[in-house]
T-cell receptor
Framework: GNSVTQMEGPVTLSEEAFLTINCTYT??????LFWYVQYPGEGLQLLLK?????DKGSNKGFEATYRKETTSFHLEKGSVQVSDSAVYFC????????????FGTGTRLTIIP | GAGVSQSPRYKVAKRGQDVALRCDPI?????LFWYQQALGQGPEFLTY????????KSGLPSDRFFAERPEGSVSTLKIQRTQQEDSAVYLC????????????FGPGTRLTVT
């Protein structure tokens, strides 16, 4: 079946530190890959996506590259801010007629000033 | 431009009671999804509608769970004879069809079964 494995948290970093949250996947076929973010007290929001191998998704200083050879989609940011504190979910979908998402367990990120 | 709304936001039910959770998707969105998120976990797929047709209900955990979307807009997730293991946040998401890929999530309904 399809699954997503992401780095367990919680992760605590100082402001301006470099961030990596690892994500690997198992899928039958060629999935689209996503990072969703859940800020405190808010609903899930799409952060970035990539729909084919070697695509790079980016948004708000975050980046992730779809690596088919390593089945990975690691999230990176060069300099984190306190406002990036949230829970981050890696997810995939196999969009042939049903774009249901398969999520990882989430990584809670806390940035300390 | 309202987003996806869900009601109630919080629901406490005694074990054995029936509950109904409502989702109002973004106007014009064809596809609607329900997910269940247990504490500390990622959301898990329950069921999917395209317009009024329920095309996938493979994630519903038991026959106590039932979902409908009779007019292709508002959807209701019903849980009969609630059990403690049903305690979770129930998320609804909607999307345009045609490969936009972005699902817009509602704030969720937190169900606590006592």
């Amino acid at each position: 079946g399809n699954s997503v494995t992401q780095m367990e948290g919680p992760v605590t970093l100082s402001e301006e530190a470099f961030l990596t949250i690892n994500c690997t996947y198992t899928a039958t076929g060629y999935p689209s890959l996503f990072w969703y973010v859940q800020y405190p007290g808010e609903g899930l929001q799409l952060l970035l996506k990539a729909t084919k191998a070697d695509d790079k998704g980016s948004n708000k200083g975050f980046e992730a590259t779809y690596r088919k050879e390593t089945t990975s989609f690691h999230l990176e940011k060069g300099s984190v801010q306190v406002s990036d504190s949230a829970v981050y979910f890696c997810a995939l979908s196999l969009s042939f007629g049903n774009e249901k998402l398969t999520f990882g367990t989430g990584t809670r990120l806390t940035i300390i000033p | 431009g309202a987003g996806v709304s869900q009601s109630p936001r919080y629901k406490v039910a005694k074990r054995g009671q029936d509950v109904a959770l409502r989702c109002d998707p973004i106007s014009g969105h064809v596809s609607l999804f329900w997910y269940q998120q247990a504490l500390g976990q990622g959301p898990e797929f329950l069921t999917y509608f395209q317009n009024e047709a329920q095309l996938d209900k493979s994630g519903l955990p038991s026959d106590r769970f039932f979902a409908e979307r009779p007019e292709g807009s508002v959807s209701t997730l019903k849980i009969q004879r609630t059990q403690q293991e049903d305690s979770a946040v129930y998320l609804c998401a909607s999307t345009q069809t045609g490969g936009s890929y972005e699902q817009y999530f509602g704030p969720g309904t937190r169900l606590t079964v006592t």
